[in-house]
Every structure is written in structure tokens, then in C-alpha cells.
């Protein structure tokens, strides 16, 4: 059952959940009713109480497996790793989050904490820039944005457990006192480790970890398996796209020095560079150069333009503020923070262009709640009659994805991107010189036919967000598995003698030699997926093929610009059904990626009593040659013989 559906089951009525567990039970046997109370997510409770997420349900599911496994070796380790992980959970609340909760005053409690974090923010944005400048960098995997994002996102995990403990939202002008901001400051390593304990966590929901008990305070936990390594190689693909336009775009800056000038005409007039980057992602992640689209009322140039806007007033702000660090005896949020009234904010917004009607809703959408993921795509807070923006978190922020992701987390339908995907694909076909038609009958709707010679292919387009957790991912994976079973059906409706004759005076083809199936995602793909007879491949793969455009390295090399294609023996000559075939079943891109992904050690056992392996990132997209050892140099080559 699909992630999302089994939530809402669950929410909506656990009596049917139950019931679907002992169907499951019935039909598939121990392990895959085992997989399916995983995925439901009832059994870890990451807010420390020691005890099954919802423990009523999880006690009357474990009586039943109980009642027909008595001995059971799975149903008893079952029991065992959720005991192990609920415990973890237990111990950080009362190690860290319960100890910071004594020494900080609940009324300024948010305040210290967001203090604290924008003068983290703030000195970790130097110290990149000066170990970049002085080559104290690591070559392969200079990974320092990485970090700095790491630490934003996971602010939304502490700013929820605040608004869980119904903390006080204001108090801008208050003074804060420095030994509360340190207090505070250990938020911030203590929710990093938090994001690695809801990796674990979501691994073992959904995909596939070992758990070895070391000895009593220690336990070791390592990721297995090709569906956690796809979620790596997804978004390390996905990386490589963004930051080759970031890079891109970066050059042309250099080069042409375009100038931006505050206006309030919307995009595609720019008020700055990360504005017409932002554009350019957008067609990207949306599948449209259409800024016009629409969401609850909202132009998408409205937003872009808001988010730039915020981005703006962040470099403001920080040029004129003086350095801060911890050189003060007491502070104010209002001193290190941009801090407006809604009515000023509203009346920034429509200097730029966006419409007074709409400007309030666009600040309520931008304001975090306990629906958003981070401080990336809802950069305001609250604060009393005030909306607060950390200037060193909004600075950086990449708005097309932030609008993406901001929609999707209050469930606002964003399916119309999913139309101008399917048009994308069937254009870039077309433009081959290949017939490629939209089959239209009712519940049997096929984004696209077309034909390689006599070898027919029938095409499910799936345009989705992409996954850059663990958890989005096994979303991913299931709107894949969707989208597959669905072209399964309509394939079989149109092979039949009368609608295959039909599809062959249409395509002008006078017989069929095979047919062949594929889902065609915009997201990146993390492994070689083939659902029975049905391939999954990414637009990245389909389209370079179609447009004969292999994926290339790019080097720097003495002030030029020095280019190598890979794979090009997939992209020469005709298009032909044996070159495709072979390029969907070995997928080169993917086994190369595959070899940049390894294994780090993530050290917990003094903290949580926890050794994590998980897959980490060995080469990244961008490589800094000068700093390489030889080793490193022999690794680089290896990957991209």
C-alpha cells in the first residue's frame, strides 16, 4: 500500500488497519505483514517516550501476529529492534532535550535559540569562505554547503518541538542574556543528531538496516540495500544538475556582468542573479517556462518574487549589521534578525510587483508552521505582531525549490506541472521526426505512443517532487510502483487486436515486432528499476538519448572551459530500439554514481549509545583538483575511466 494511503487509513480508521494487517497476514505470510506495520509508522514515537508511536494500535496488532507465531524468531527480534530504537529516542529527551530545558526559561526559550543559531549560521558562512580562499578544503567532497543546510533544515525539527511544548513566540526587543544563547547554542548539535536518529528511524521503517547490540549502553546500526543507496544516488544526481547551472550561471556572471535592478515588473524581468536562477530551476522542477501557473489564487512569479525579495533584504541586512559572535554581555532578537511588522512586510512585497490581495496570503505561506519542513521554504516566524527572518539561513535559500516543496508540504495541488511534463516528452519525440500520439479513451489514458521501426513503446510520464529524504523517497518509490501498475492496465486494454490495429494506422506502421513499457520520472533516478516488464527511467536519460546528448564532465582548465562526453556509444548514430534497450538496462549513469557513494561512521555512542553507517557522498559534483592527494586523484579516475 502506498505510504501516503496507509497514513491516512491509520488517521481515518485504525479498525481497518487492523484488519488490513490480518488480510496481510493471511496472504503474504510473517514478513511482509511485518513490512507493512513498519511502513505505517506506529511503532517508533521520536518524541522520547519510550513507547510505540501509537501504542493502543500497536498492542492489538502485536496480540494478533503473537497469537499465530508463538515461537517465532522474526516476530521476537521484531519486537526487539523496536524496543532498541524507542529507547534511543528516551535517552536523547532525557539527556539533552530535557537538560536544555532547565537552563533556559521557557519565555525566552525561542528567542535564545534563535539567536544562537543565526551567529552559528553567520560564523560557519565565514569559515567556509576562509577555508576555501586558504585550500582547507577536502577535493573530492567539498561538502561545507551540505553542512550548512543540514543545520537549517534540521531548525524546523527544533522550532516544531517548541511549538509541541507551546513556547513563547515573542519578545523581539527583550534582552537576552549571552549565557542563555550558549545554552541554546546546543540545540544545534543536539539536532543534527537528531536528524541522523530520524534517518535511522525512517530506514527501518521502510527500507533495510542492521541492528547489533555491542554491549549494554552501545548499539551498532548500519544501512543495507539498493533502495537506501537510491535515495543517495537520486539526490547526488540531482545535485549534479543544480550545481552545473549554479556553476554555469556563476561563469556567465563573471563573463557578462549583467546588472539587476529592483522593479515591479514580475519575472521574467529580474530584480537579481538568484532570481533568474531561481526561473531556470523552476522550469526544471516544474517542467514549464509559464510563470503565469497558479496556486490557491497565487502567481508562481509572485513567489519566486517574494523569496527573492527576502533574499535581498537578507544581504541588506547583513552588510550594514556588525559582526556579532559572542562578544556581548546580553542581546536582543531584533539586533541580529530582520524583524518587520505585517503590514511592512505586505508593503515591501507590492514595491516588487505582487499584488496587494495576494500579499498577505504569500506571507502566510511563508510563515512556519508545524506542516513545514525548514527555514528554507518558510523563512518568517512569528513572533508576536512581528514576522522574524534569520538573515544567514534566507540568504542562501534556492526559492524554486523552496516553493516546491513548501506546496507540496501543505498539500496544495501542484498537478498541473504534471500536464506540461507530459507535453515536454512527447514534444522532444516529435522533434525526432517520430510520430508519437496521445491516446485519449476514458480510464484508459496513455501520455504517449510511439514507435522505433516496427518496435512500439507505450509511455506513463510521472512528474514528482524529488526526494531528498529517506522517507520522500519511499514515496517516491510507491508513485513509481503506482505509475507502473497503472500502465500495466492500460497497455493490456490497448494490445487488443481492435485498439493495436488502431494505434498502427495512427503511428503509420504496418506491423509490430514488441512492444515495450516505461515510466518516465523528472526525478532523478537512484537505481536500475525494472517492475516486471515495465522500465523506469528519468527525463534525464530519455531526453539526452532522444536529443543524441550524453552527459558530460567539465573541467577548468588553464581559463578554459574543456568538456568530455561519457557514454557516447549510447548516443551515436540512428535511434533504434537495441541502443535503447541496452542504455535502460545497463543505466551507466547510475553504476558510475554508484561508485561515488560510500560509507561514513557517524559516531553517537557517548551521546545517544549509537554507532550509525550510513551511505555518505565520497566525490562530489564539484571536484577541486588542485587540493586532490594521489590517492584521491586515482579514485577521481577510476569513477570516470
Not at 521484531?78 to 521557557?106: C, G, H, P, S
Not at 576555501?132 to 522550532?159: A, K, P, T
Request: charged share 25%; net charge neutral.
Amino acid at each position: 500500500m502506498h505510504l501516503f494511503e496507509l497514513e491516512q487509513l491509520i488517521r481515518k480508521d485504525k479498525n481497518k488497519f487492523l484488519n488490513l494487517v490480518k488480510k496481510t497476514y493471511s496472504n503474504l505470510g510473517l514478513e511482509d505483514t511485518l513490512r507493512l506495520i513498519k511502513k505505517s509508522g506506529i511503532c517508533i514515537n521520536p518524541y522520547g517516550t519510550g513507547e510505540p508511536k501509537d501504542k493502543k494500535l500497536f498492542n492489538q496488532v502485536f496480540e494478533f501476529l503473537q497469537s499465530k507465531e508463538h515461537d517465532s524468531k522474526s516476530l521476537s527480534d521484531f519486537l526487539n529492534e523496536i524496543n532498541i530504537l524507542n529507547a534511543i529516542y528516551r535517552r536523547f529527551d532525557q539527556k539533552y532535550m530535557k537538560k536544555i530545558e532547565k537552563l533556559i526559561d521557557a519565555d525566552i526559550h525561542v528567542n535564545s535559540y534563535l539567536i544562537a543559531l543565526e551567529i552559528n549560521l553567520s560564523e560557519f558562512q565565514y569559515q567556509s569562505f576562509f577555508n576555501l580562499i586558504s585550500g582547507r578544503i577536502n577535493g573530492l567532497n567539498h561538502n561545507s554547503q551540505d553542512i550548512y543546510e543540514n543545520i537549517v533544515q534540521s531548525s524546523g525539527l527544533i522550532l516544531k518541538y517548541f511549538m509541541y511544548k507551546k513556547y513563547k513566540f515573542g519578545g523581539i526587543s527583550n534582552r537576552i542574556d549571552k549565557q542563555d544563547v550558549i545554552s541554546a547554542s546546543e540545540h544545534l548539535t543536539n539536532s543534527s543528531i537528531r536528524v541522523y536518529m530520524d534517518n535511522i528511524m525512517y530506514l527501518w521503517d521502510y527500507f533495510d538496516v542492521n541492528i547489533s547490540v555491542l554491549n549494554k549502553d552501545k548499539v551498532y546500526i548500519k544501512t543495507v540495500g539498493d533502495d537506501a543507496l537510491g535515495k543517495h544516488i537520486s539526490h547526488l544526481s540531482f545535485m549534479d544538475i543544480r550545481n552545473a547551472k549554479m556553476s554555469r550561471q556563476g561563469l556567465e556572471q563573471a563573463i557578462f556582468k549583467p546588472k539587476y535592478n529592483i522593479t515591479n515588473n514580475l519575472p521574467p524581468e529580474y530584480i537579481s542573479s538568484k532570481e533568474e536562477l531561481a526561473c531556470e530551476f523552476i522550469e526544471e522542477y516544474f517542467s514549464t517556462k509559464d510563470l503565469n501557473i497558479e496556486f490557491n489564487g497565487i502567481l508562481l512569479s509572485e513567489l519566486i518574487r517574494a523569496y527573492s525579495l527576502v533574499s535581498i533584504e537578507c544581504e541588506k541586512f547583513l552588510k550594514n549589521r556588525k559582526n556579532i559572535g559572542y562578544g556581548f554581555n546580553d542581546v536582543a532578537l531584533n539586533e541580529v534578525c530582520i524583524v518587520k511588522s505585517k503590514i511592512k512586510w505586505i508593503n515591501k512585497l507590492t514595491e516588487v510587483g505582487i499584488r496587494k490581495s495576494k500579499a498577505d496570503e504569500i506571507l502566510k505561506l511563508m510563515t512556519f508552521n508545524n506542516s513545514s519542513n525548514d527555514l528554507f521554504d518558510c523563512p518568517f516566524i512569528q513572533m508576536g505582531n512581528n514576522l522574524v527572518v534569520l538573515p544567514s539561513a534566507s540568504i542562501m535559500t534556492d526559492s524554486s525549490r523552496a516553493i516546491l516543496l513548501n506546496l507540496n508540504s501543505r498539500e496544495i495541488n501542484i498537478s498541473k506541472k504534471g500536464d506540461e511534463f507530459e507535453r515536454l516528452i512527447r514534444e522532444v519525440i516529435s522533434k525526432r521526426g517520430i510520430r508519437c500520439i496521445n491516446l485519449q479513451k476514458k480510464d484508459y489514458e496513455c501520455d504517449a505512443v510511439f514507435a522505433l521501426g516496427n518496435d512500439l513503446f507505450f509511455l506513463e510520464t510521472k512528474h514528482l517532487n524529488h526526494p531528498t529524504s529517506y522517507r520522500e523517497y519511499m514515496r517516491h518509490l510507491d508513485d513509481i510502483r503506482e505509475a507502473s501498475s497503472q500502465l500495466n492496465r492500460i497497455v493490456e486494454f490497448y494490445t487488443t487486436d481492435v485498439n493495436l490495429e488502431e494505434i498502427k494506422s495512427k503511428l503509420d506502421i504496418e506491423t509490430v515486432d514488441s512492444i515495450s513499457k516505461l515510466v518516465v520520472t523528472n526525478t532523478s533516478q537512484g537505481q536500475k528499476l525494472k517492475i516486471g516488464d515495465t522500465y523506469i527511467t528519468d527525463d534525464t536519460c530519455f531526453v539526452g538519448y532522444f536529443e543524441r546528448r550524453p552527459p558530460q564532465i567539465v573541467a577548468f582548465q588553464k581559463g578554459s572551459i574543456v568538456t568530455r562526453s561519457l557514454f557516447s556509444e549510447y548516443f551515436m548514430g540512428n535511434l533504434n530500439k537495441e541502443q535503447f534497450m541496452n542504455l535502460l538496462e545497463k543505466s551507466p549513469l547510475i553504476e558510475q554514481n554508484k561508485r561515488r557513494i560510500g560509507y561514513a561512521m557517524y559516531d553517537f555512542s557517548e551521546q545517544i549509545g549509537v554507532e550509525f553507517e550510513d551511505f555518505s557522498v565520497k566525490v562530489n559534483t564539484v571536484v577541486y583538483e588542485d587540493f586532490l592527494t594521489d590517492d584521491e586523484r586515482t579514485e577521481l579516475s577510476n569513477i570516470y575511466k
